[in-house]
């Protein structure tokens, strides 16, 4: 698997191999056009300057977000819809520039680590579990083979199950 950010603004568009060719429209919408010359309009509605996605090239699937915006799109050129929505999160709404967003892979999944907590989703846009919210400015500390430790701001211990999304303390 392959993860990645991309500066929209200084760019304008780029390319996942064997998933297709994007090029930013304006501030929230980019243009996505598949290896087959299918296209679909992607709405990030909080912006599209920093995008980031996860891809699998020999499974022809990626994950594309915003690190601003809610939106969790799945891109499968030859699925039916072949772009969706499949996830939001809940995003930190008194401050965009507060946000920040991160992604893990996991054996054929991905974690995404945002502001106010974690969502785990298969490629295909499984979602597995969502765990949120959290306190403002947990940082993730570890994940280990079936729990993901972060800190909150005052130093307390959150414990999330990998499998399931259960906290298991704090």
């Known amino acids: ?16 191999d064997r998933v297709g060719d994007f090029a930013r429209i304006d501030k929230t919408k980019v243009r996505w056009r598949g290896p087959g010359g299918d296209t679909r ?7 599209n300057i ?5 891809a699998d090239h020999q499974r022809l699937l990626a994950l594309l977000v915003s ?22 999160m809940r995003r930190y ?8 967003l991160k992604f893990v892979c ?7 680590y945002y502001e106010q907590g974690l969502l785990r989703i ?9 765990a949120d919210p959290f306190p403002l400015g947990s940082s993730l500390d570890v994940i280990e083979a079936d729990v993901v430790r972060l800190t909150s701001p005052d ?16």
Do not use: C, Q
Not at 50 to 54: I, P
Not at 122 to 130: M, T
């Open 1 to 16: 698997m392959t993860e990645s950010e991309v500066d929209l603004t200084l760019t304008g568009s780029f390319s996942i």
């Open 155 to 170: 130093d307390r211990l959150l414990e999330i199950d990998l499998n399931s999304g259960r906290r298991i303390h704090g």
């Open 106 to 112: 996991l054996d054929g999944d991905a974690l995404i």
């Open 50 to 54: 920093f995008l980031r996605y996860v």
């Open 67 to 88: 690190e601003t915006s809610d939106e969790v799109y799945a891109i499968d050129p030859i699925g039916k819809p072949p772009v969706r929505v499949v996830a939001r």
């Open 93 to 100: 709404e008194s401050n965009v520039g507060l946000r920040y």
């Open 41 to 47: 309009e992607i709405a990030f509605e909080a912006g």
């Open 122 to 130: 298969g490629l295909n846009g499984e979602v597995r579990w969502i």
